[in-house]
């Protein structure tokens, strides 16, 4: 049987075959080339025999092309890798004498082919194509080559022999972009909501579901005299929204506050405009679910799920009909579609359905949990199937059946009313949902396709965060709070993050178009980052404007202003350009007068740069001084070509090679190494990806290269604050690699930046990290709004990785890096992070793509966090939420004003795990929000210095009350494991600024 990875991921090269087909050289040679099929009607069991005919006399190596077009009108190719490779979908050798091949030679199944149950009721052709050419001028050597079969999957389907309901709805799944633009898209999809409410004012039981909520806003721009009635609709349950989030994200590639936000525009957007909110989750598409979805879904109002990627075989966790349950509790009702969201799309056609209707009955039946059985009856937006007869062939059907077998038209709200009314028990599931049925991941190409997207998307998602804690601070010192703005921004953010577009799986032309409308990812974007950027550097110079800089020592020259967008104290890297390059070789103290070490960088383009440790109080402010005198320690570094060395990092030595890799990481005081025997962790290193896709990785004879391995041009440069090291390399092929590792003893961090000057093409760009397993090892990866304990395997993880023991190991730290793969063996496992997918073809690799070669400039940053005690007692969390905020310093004059030098707005307890993400204005109320990052329930204390507040509440994510906290400046909140708890302060008064001291 064809594994489904290769069925998904070997289409490719259509193009070329159409263009070597039309190519007016003559054919070269004597080449016969011969596809014998029975050109018959195959059924379920018979044997399928195809055979090729190959000759190739030439004197050149031939190379062999051959497609297979399934019913559903898509190619499936197959490319030279070896005759005997297992499945038997792989194709043959480059070059062959005369010979006969038995191409596919199985017995038929409706899984043995691809899209065997496709449609509904057979039967229907394959068609075979083959292209023999010369490897080396590309020209033809024979005709093409064509044979066919038909297949019919099964006997006609009996009636069923019953109890049960067979619920059906209309539907119409949406892109916002796909394989068109959003201009293409967005229209199908209001003409379907259009075409639904004639139909369902035709007939009463008709039911229909709305996709998206961008296809309900071009529904009332397209036809705002239809609104009042689709509104009805919804009312009267007709209709039904699907799911309460903005767009079908995709749920791997965003932060927690992302998801969480998806669901407060969707439900907000439903309930201001169309005077409901959906009760369900709708993730049709998705490709895999984090296990904190129940949680957000029930804490944005939505008690059901449904997915039709990610559950794995539904027979596995008791059905098609389960309980989810996130770590904190929270559980969803789900529907884990086992035929995908198209099952039903012949269904109604025509009036008559009998056989449509019985066969999907055949299908659904096996896997269900009860009695009860749904299908959508539908297709993607680009198909636009739309079946008017739907009322008619369930009538006609009904009519044939015996007592208790029905069909009928449900919303997807009554079919999960009636799964619970059965009183049947359901299985609960805990855990991430991330694979398909034959155990395979969801599409983990996808988590490096177009990977400046992900790099955006992530970085906006945090500068949104850290404006809105700004801009807080702010009003609460007298500025107006921009809540229009924000917003605004935070909604354009989340139409980005649909889930073919931040995937990076579309064609070229979503991305960005040429004309002046904002109407793409691109274009989003970049008036998001603009936008953004402005008012972050607006809030900064209020505040620093009211900060009083002015001490008694008045020959200083400037002050550093440092802000902390955490909730804790924070002693971390702060780099600033100067506006005047002379003060950085003097002084620079801190508050008390103490002198501060710091080390003069060369910035871009002639500018001046310095790094300096500061401690910053939580969610504050602390200022620094250049003062004119001779540092203690000079600033100036100092450079030296590479050897291999040791330093010292905290507790722990670092061993770094010649190469500019690191060799071993050793605790200092035990000798304990943390990194495998032999490693070359930061090492980058490229790959071939011949047949690969946007989706997949090609995993076929793969050829590796790494930098380590080549001619390197390596130095050191040596401060007061850190080692730098760089080295310029490439390793075969064009591209080139500038790598910069960064020491900090006062962090023990290890910082890595690596910028890539890309000219290749198909291969994968990763780094290395071969990390030491000791005993009780385990792998565990930062999630939306949490963490998971992961096998070896490709999976997305959000901004940290560890691997190690409760008494040891190493913490990855990254930004916008989602593709991390672990293998390895007992006592060591390697890391490996891909930094660019480089592809020439876009989507399931039957698009040419120019975008997807990524040639031009790749900047990447990470960091390791070696630890001697468990990742819960490094708080590796903590320190990956300070790698995405990097502390922010703004240089201000020397000047009286009112706010103190030094200051905080929140602080956690010192005993808290968890981690303030969010700290904003609605209206005249401020929110926050938390969420437990170690896995334990706990108990957490807020203190806002600055404020009070008249009441304080726990609220869910739509702002709706939950229990009281008191009132005042203080507030203890009580978290489940890996909960998020949103909290409102209402009548907020801010606080007199204490004197300075």
């Known amino acids: 049987m064809p594994d489904s990875r290769v069925r998904r991921a070997v289409r490719t090269l259509l193009g070329v075959a159409a263009l070597l087909a039309a190519s007016a050289a003559p054919l070269a040679g ?183 909520m961008p296809v309900l806003e071009r529904f009332r721009a397209d036809f705002p005299e239809l609104a009042p009635r689709l509104r009805e609709l919804f009312a009267e349950g007709v209709a039904e929204p699907s799911g309460g989030f903005l767009v079908e994200s995709d749920l791997n590639l965003l932060s927690g506050e992302s998801l969480a936000r998806q669901a407060i525009y969707g439900q907000r957007h439903l309930e201001s405009v169309w005077g409901r909110r959906a009760s369900g989750a709708w993730q049709l598409d998705a490709f895999g679910h984090p296990h904190q979805m129940p949680q957000i879904a029930r804490k944005a109002g939505m008690e059901t799920y449904t997915l039709a990627r990610g559950a794995g075989d539904p027979a596995a966790l008791g059905g098609s009909e389960f309980h989810w349950e996130s770590p904190d509790g929270s559980r969803v009702l789900v529907h884990a579609m086992p035929h995908f969201y198209q099952i039903a799309r012949e269904v109604g056609a025509t009036p008559d359905a009998s056989q449509e209707l019985n066969e999907l009955w055949a299908l659904l039946a096996p896997a269900a949990s009860t009695a009860n059985l749904l299908g959508p009856v539908g297709a993607d937006v680009g198909e636009h199937v739309f079946n008017a007869f739907v009322p008619e062939a369930i009538a006609a059907w009904n009519a044939q059946q015996q007592p208790g077998v029905a069909a009928r038209m449900s919303t997807p709200s009554e079919f999960f009313a009636e799964v619970l009314a059965s009183g049947a028990p359901l299985a609960v599931a805990t855990g991430e949902l991330q694979s398909d049925a034959d155990g395979t991941r969801v599409f983990p190409g996808a988590y490096a396709a177009r990977i400046e997207i992900k790099k955006t998307n992530a970085r906006l998602e945090q500068t949104l965060l850290d404006v809105e804690k700004l801009a807080t601070w702010a009003s609460l010192e007298g500025r107006a709070y921009p809540e229009a703005l924000l917003e605004a921004q935070g909604v354009a953010l989340a139409l980005n993050q649909t889930h073919d577009y931040l995937p990076g799986t579309g064609v070229d032309e979503i991305y960005e178009d040429p004309d002046d409308e904002i109407d793409d990812l691109g274009d989003r974007f970049a008036a998001i980052d603009a936008a953004l950027t402005a008012e972050q550097e607006a809030v900064l110079a209020d505040l620093a404007g009211r900060i009083d800089t002015a001490r008694p020592d008045a ?64 969610m504050g402010w602390a200022t620094y001084w250049l003062v004119p005198g001779e540092p203690a320690q000079s600033p100036v570094e100092a450079a030296a070509p590479l050897a291999a060395r040791a330093l010292a990092l905290g507790g722990f030595t670092v061993d770094v090679a010649a190469d500019a890799t690191v060799t071993q990481i050793r605790r200092t005081a035990t000798g304990e190494p943390l990194l495998a025997p032999g490693a070359r962790a930061g090492d980058v290193g490229w790959s071939d990806e011949v047949f690969g896709n946007a989706y997949e990785y090609d995993e076929v004879g793969l050829n590796e290269a790494w930098i380590s391995n080549g001619a390197q041009i390596a130095y050191v440069l040596e401060g007061p604050v850190m080692t730098r090291v760089f080295a310029l390399g490439n390793v075969p092929w064009a591209s080139v690699a500038l790598r910069e590792l960064r020491f900090v003893p006062a962090l023990e961090r290890i910082e890595f930046e690596t910028t890539l000057y890309w000219a290749d093409a198909n291969r994968n760009v990763r780094v290395r990290f071969p990390f030491a397993a000791p005993a009780g090892a385990a792998r565990t990866e930062g999630v939306p709004y949490g963490y998971a304990e992961r096998p070896d395997g490709d999976f997305p993880a959000l901004g940290w990785s560890d691997v190690g023991s409760d008494a040891r190991g190493v913490a990855l730290l990254q930004r916008g890096l989602f593709g991390h793969r672990l293998t390895g063996s007992a006592g060591a496992r390697v890391l490996d992070v891909t930094l660019l997918r480089s592809l020439d073809r876009a989507v399931f690799g039957e698009r040419p793509s120019v975008a997807m070669l990524e040639h031009g400039v790749h900047r990447a940053a990470y960091a390791l966090v070696p630890r001697a005690a468990s990742w819960r007692a490094a708080q590796a969390p903590r320190r990956a939420a300070e790698w995405s905020a990097p502390l922010l310093v703004r240089e201000s004059a020397i000047h009286a004003a009112p706010l103190p030098p030094q200051r905080s707005h929140l602080a956690l307890d010192a005993g808290s795990s968890a981690i303030v993400t969010v700290m904003q204005r609605r209206g005249r109320a401020l929110f926050v929000r938390l969420y437990e990052t170690e896995g334990a329930s706990a108990s957490h204390e807020l203190h806002f210095p600055t404020l009070t507040a008249s009441a304080i509440t726990e609220t869910n994510l739509l702002g709706d009350p939950l229990a009281g906290l008191g009132a005042g400046s203080r507030a203890t909140v009580d978290t489940a494991p890996q909960e998020i708890v949103t909290i409102r302060l209402g009548g907020v008064t801010s606080l007199p600024v204490a004197p300075a001291p």
């Open 555 to 618: 020959a200083r020259r400037a002050a550093l202003v440092v802000f902390n967008t955490q909730a804790w104290q924070r002693r971390d890297l702060a780099r600033v350009t100067l506006a005047d390059p002379a003060a950085a070789l003097g002084r620079l103290v801190d508050a008390t007068g103490a002198e501060v070490p710091h080390q003069i960088l060369a910035g871009e383009g002639g500018a001046l740069e310095i790094a300096f440790v500061a401690d910053v109080p939580p």
């Open 30 to 212: 004597a080449a016969e080339l011969r596809i014998e099929t029975c050109q018959c009607l195959l059924r379920a069991g018979d044997r399928l025999d195809v055979r090729l005919v190959v000759d190739n006399p030439g004197p050149n190596t031939a190379a062999m092309l051959i497609a297979l077009h399934t019913p559903n009108d898509e190619w499936s190719f197959f490319t030279a890798v070896g005759l005997g490779a297992a499945p038997k979908w792989l194709p043959l050798p480059a070059q062959l004498p005369r010979t006969e091949v038995a191409l596919l030679d199985f017995p038929l199944t409706a899984d043995s082919l691809p899209f065997g149950h496709f449609p509904l009721v057979g039967p229907f052709r394959y068609e075979l194509v083959a292209l023999l050419y010369d490897a080396v001028t590309g020209a033809p050597l024979a005709p093409l080559a064509a044979g066919f079969f038909d297949f019919e999957p099964a006997p006609p389907a009996p009636s069923p022999s019953g109890p049960g309901t067979l619920h059906l709805f209309a539907h119409q799944h949406n892109e916002l972009a796909w394989l068109e633009r959003e201009d293409v898209y967005l229209p199908l999809g209001a003409q379907f909501v259009r075409d639904a409410i004639a139909q369902a004012d035709r007939d009463p039981g008709y039911r229909f579901v709305v996709d998206q």
